[in-house]
């Protein structure tokens, strides 16, 4: 069977294995500089500056953020994405989305290190996972256990509340003067507005309409989905944390917080994280960090001031894990937001990463971050500049990317609206794949042998699907605030930009150079770039070329041709301590390839959609396809929802029984 017929046989199955990007491996190697102890205040040796003038041509329509506009619909909460203009209303396209567009290219090109990734701790809250069974093994009679976690200068503490009792809609809603529909749809940013002056904070349990003694919190969850809303036993309660008579902290480690705080908010790291907001609009968790300027307070200074306990102590329910005596919180419980159980996998995608690859050491800068510049991660204040290594120190790109103007470029007249939704790396069936065919199943972040899919792309199709739209997400529930007002530019637009490069090798404008145009410097094989909105129904199709160069090198007279750069690129690649092969001989390269190839993706338009479940609802057939193929991973009997037993493969060798993504064909592919 070809590598096509296999891609085409597994989008047919059931479950099915299709979506509309796929993976390109990453390699186990690491490519680094080929600039020895580069220095930016020196010439690099036969350095090569001036520029390069690019035409960008769209195949399908395009639409590159900024314009977002304000009227009527954005008050509903739809955001209206336009083309960006400048210059006396012409569209652009910035360079920092070209730069963006190229670096990815070229970090596969050239093996680099897996740095730019969504630090991102993975979770399970269904009770059919294995995972969730083996650590919570939940039971009708277990108790539901609540308190404060606080963020102090010893580390996490957690203070148990004395009493965790359940609050029904009706006791305390009519202090709210809220029914009992618009709580269920409420975001909990709306609820703690709801409550504030009334029921907000630590206040008398009999004040929420509980027989209870003592002080409570009213502690909430998000909304409730609107297919949840009317099933005949709708959720119908909160919860009060009954703050302790006699309050006895208890040390939660480091690393079980931080886990728990990735597996609730993707940008639980940022800096911003300033004053303790545990709770945001959507319900996650901002960082526990002081106000800027402020030290951390300690905990007994943290429970003087809890009569705003939303200042410092976030409620949480915890649990210790199974076989854990369960009358106190040990230092590794499972902690969660909500009465039902998010359990954090084992490892995080940072952690499956040096599973996935041999990195350089870390003092050396890998191909890309030397060409196109490093910001490295934040690095302690008490380290000195001087003490730092490479990977710790900011470098600036040697190659400027200018933005590309059209002339002819034309907005469509009617936008779109489009429910748009973000893969998550918490889908591990795709993300995740097997480092060896004996692995069983499910390949998820607990597996010891799995490591990450590799690079995403989308790959180019020379046509744009219909986007989805009706007020509903993939996943069927109603939410304008994922609702997008797009309107595209029409297919046909040339853009015109220039690429300044200043100190690079030729090996480095080579790699430029074959980045830019996939190696094809005629434009002959119809290679593509996928830019902007919309990559997953086929917009943002962008071919590229380069029309117009002026190289020359700064320490000798001459100039360099686009085609000798592209050929020291390749026999640098070609030497034994690097690849070894020149990069059209290498797999990864030519799937890169492949997925740039518009008439290769084309003609499996078909498979590059989205899984569905045909006897499902249609609002719901995604999600349920998705659901399938998670429950045939991790179980090893399950039901469908139409009731029928299905056979999971649970325990079953990968290499029998495949379910993450197929390899995407190569562009010539005939073999086996």
Avoid at 339 to 361: C, G, K, N, T, W
Avoid at 471 to 481: D, L, P
Avoid at 535 to 554: C, P, W
Wanted: proline residues 6%; aromatic residues 8%; hydrophobic residues 35%.
């Amino acid at each position: 069977m070809t590598e096509r017929e296999r891609f085409i046989d597994a989008a047919a199955g059931r479950p099915a294995r299709k979506a509309p990007y796929t993976f390109v491996d990453n390699g186990r190697r690491v490519l680094p500089s080929p600039v020895p102890d580069l220095d930016l205040s020196r010439p690099v040796a036969d350095a090569v500056s001036g520029s390069l003038t690019v035409q960008w041509t769209t195949t399908t329509p395009l639409l590159v953020g900024g314009g977002d506009a304000t009227d009527l619909e954005t008050e509903r909460g739809v955001q209206n994405g336009l083309p960006l203009k400048i210059e006396e209303d012409r569209y652009a396209i910035p360079g920092s989305s070209l730069k963006g567009l190229i670096r990815s290219v070229m970090e596969i090109l050239t093996y680099a290190r897996l740095s730019f990734i969504d630090d991102f701790a993975g979770h399970t809250h269904s009770y059919t996972d294995k995972t969730w069974q083996d650590v919570v093994k939940w039971s009708q009679t277990a108790e539901h256990k609540g308190g404060w976690l606080f963020h102090t200068d010893k580390g996490y503490e957690l203070i148990e509340a004395q009493q965790t009792e359940p609050i029904f809609f009706d006791d305390f809603l009519p202090s709210v003067g809220m029914d009992v529909r618009a709580w269920h749809l409420s975001t909990l940013d709306e609820r703690l507005t709801a409550i504030a002056g009334t029921l907000n904070g630590l206040r008398k349990g009999t004040d929420f309409g509980s027989d209870v003694e003592g002080t409570a919190q009213l502690v909430m969850s998000g909304p409730t989905p609107s297919e949840l809303i009317d099933i005949p036993d709708p959720k119908s309660r909160e919860y009060l944390f009954f703050w302790p008579d006699e309050p006895s902290p208890r040390e939660i480690e480091t690393d079980t917080v931080r886990r728990f705080l990735l597996s609730l908010n993707r940008d639980t790291d940022r800096a911003e994280g300033a004053n303790f907001l545990a709770w945001t609009a959507d319900g996650r968790v901002d960082a526990f960090e002081a106000r800027r300027g402020e030290a951390r307070p300690t905990l007994k200074l943290q429970i003087k001031s809890r009569g705003n306990i939303a200042r410092y102590g976030l409620p949480v329910f915890w649990r210790n894990p199974h076989g854990v005596d369960q009358k106190h919180s040990s230092r590794r419980p499972i902690l969660s937001l909500t009465a039902l159980f998010r359990v954090a996998y084992a490892r995080s995608v940072h952690d499956m990463i040096e599973r996935s690859q041999d990195d350089l050491p870390e003092d050396q800068l890998d191909f890309v971050q030397a060409l196109l510049g490093w910001a490295p991660p934040e690095v302690s204040e008490s380290d000195f500049l001087s003490s730092r290594n490479v990977a710790q120190k900011s470098l600036r790109s040697r190659v400027k990317f200018g933005f590309a103007i059209a002339e002819n470029a034309r907005q469509q007249r009617t936008s779109n609206t489009w429910a748009a939704t973000r893969p998550k790396p918490s889908y591990w069936p795709y993300y995740l794949k097997a480092a060896k065919d004996a692995a069983t199943h499910p390949i998820d972040y607990n597996n010891q042998d799995a490591v990450l899919a590799g690079r995403k792309r989308y790959p180019a199709r020379n046509q744009a699907h219909r986007l989805p739209s009706g007020g509903q997400s993939q996943a069927g529930v109603e939410r304008t605030r994922m609702e997008s007002n797009v309107t595209f530019l029409e297919a046909g637009a040339t853009f015109t930009s220039d690429i300044r490069i200043h100190n690079v090798t030729p090996v480095e404008l080579g790699a430029l150079i074959w980045a830019i145009t996939h190696g094809d410097l005629s434009g002959a094989e119809g290679y593509s770039h996928m830019l902007g909105r919309a990559k997953a129904y086929g917009y943002g199709q962008v071919s590229a070329k380069i029309t117009a160069r002026s190289l020359s090198h700064a320490c000798k007279a001459g100039t360099i041709t686009t085609e000798l750069a592209l050929q020291a690129f390749s026999d640098w690649m070609a030497e034994p301590e690097q690849m070894g092969a020149r990069p059209e001989e290498l797999e990864p390269i030519q799937r890169l390839r492949a997925t740039a190839h518009g008439a290769t993706g084309e003609a499996l338009s078909e498979q590059l959609q989205w899984p569905r479940v045909r006897n499902s609802p249609e609002s719901e057939q995604i999600l349920d396809a998705y659901g399938e193929l998670k429950q045939t991973a991790q179980t090893t009997m399950w039901r469908d929802k139409q009731g029928q037993p299905r056979s999971g493969c649970a325990g079953k060798p990968v290499a029998d029984h495949p379910l993450s993504l197929p390899s995407y064909p190569r562009q010539n592919e005939g073999g086996s």
